[in-house]
């Protein structure tokens, strides 16, 4: 798969990845949307995340997406649902929510959509969602009993789990808004103690908190808010983990 290859490629390279997270639910006027989303563009991100947990119809999605989609980076859809499931898209994070005590968001999900996806030619980027701390709606919604802040061996447990299990990226998620991040120490022991790939987001809102996380071991950082909120911050944030080389 292209998206798949295409993020590889930049691990291998030793580039930090990042991914402009826009909620549909957010966007009141697709216009200024354009403007930013082409500022990011240019400012080096490497990939748009489309997704959200409420609010968020096909409609919207495919709105955002039509954007997006002739841009030379791909666009991935990060799903809340079966229904945020559009062919306009590239690839999609194909998650399972590991700690939540619902099977819906275990597998549940995943064998309603798994043949639309096939149909829809889109990529699945297998993935293992992790929630984390304040987890935001997504805890909520998703029935997930957070892994604590401070206890970086059961986040290790899991990550290994997903590893085992053969996904590629497991996703540190801290809820949107969350005003704590994933702490850079569970970066730390889950990047040292197995070899999936972290992504890490939620409350992601300083350049030097980014670097922090990348430099602790994560391969790719997820702005949401701040894409909508201060645009020019996300751009500093692009900036910082660029000059970072991980080989
Ligand atoms: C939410 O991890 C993402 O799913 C991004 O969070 O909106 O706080 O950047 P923020």
């Known amino acids: 798969g292209k998206t798949r290859a295409y993020l590889q490629k930049l691990i291998n390279e030793g580039s ?31 990939a748009f995340l489309i997704g959200g947990t409420l609010g968020v119809s096909k409609e919207k999605m495919d709105g955002i ?12 859809i990060f799903p809340s649902n079966i229904n945020l499931i559009s062919e306009k898209a590239d690839a999609i994070l194909f998650m399972s929510l590991l700690n939540s005590d619902d099977l819906y968001y275990v597998i549940g999900a995943q064998v309603s959509a798994s043949i639309i ?35 970086s061996e059961l986040a290790l447990a899991y990550a290994l789990a997903a ?17 704590e991040t994933v702490r850079p120490e569970m970066v730390k022991v889950v990047s040292k103690g197995s ?16 670097t922090e996380l ?21 751009i500093k944030i692009i900036d910082a983990i660029q000059k970072i080389s991980l080989i």
Do not use: C, W
């Open 163 to 179: 590893e085992y299990m053969g996904m590629n990226y497991l996703y540190l998620e801290a809820g949107s808004g969350a005003p």
């Open 195 to 210: 070899n999936i790939n972290i992504i890490v987001g939620g409350g992601v809102r300083s350049p030097e908190k980014a």
């Open 65 to 76: 997406l039509s954007i997006i989609q002739d841009l030379e980076i791909p666009a991935i």
């Open 214 to 234: 990348i430099k602790a071991g994560a391969k790719a950082i997820v702005t949401g808010n701040i894409i909508e909120s201060d645009v020019e911050k996300a």
């Open 117 to 151: 996806v096939k149909l829809s030619g889109l990529e699945p980027i297998p993935t293992g969602y992790l929630i984390v701390g304040h987890g935001g709606t997504a805890a909520h919604i998703g029935r997930a009993r957070a892994i604590p802040y401070d206890n």
């Open 16 to 46: 930090p990845i990042h991914f402009s997270l826009i909620d549909p639910d957010k966007v009141y006027d697709i216009n200024s949307l354009q403007k930013v989303v082409f500022k990011l563009y240019k400012a080096g991100t490497s």
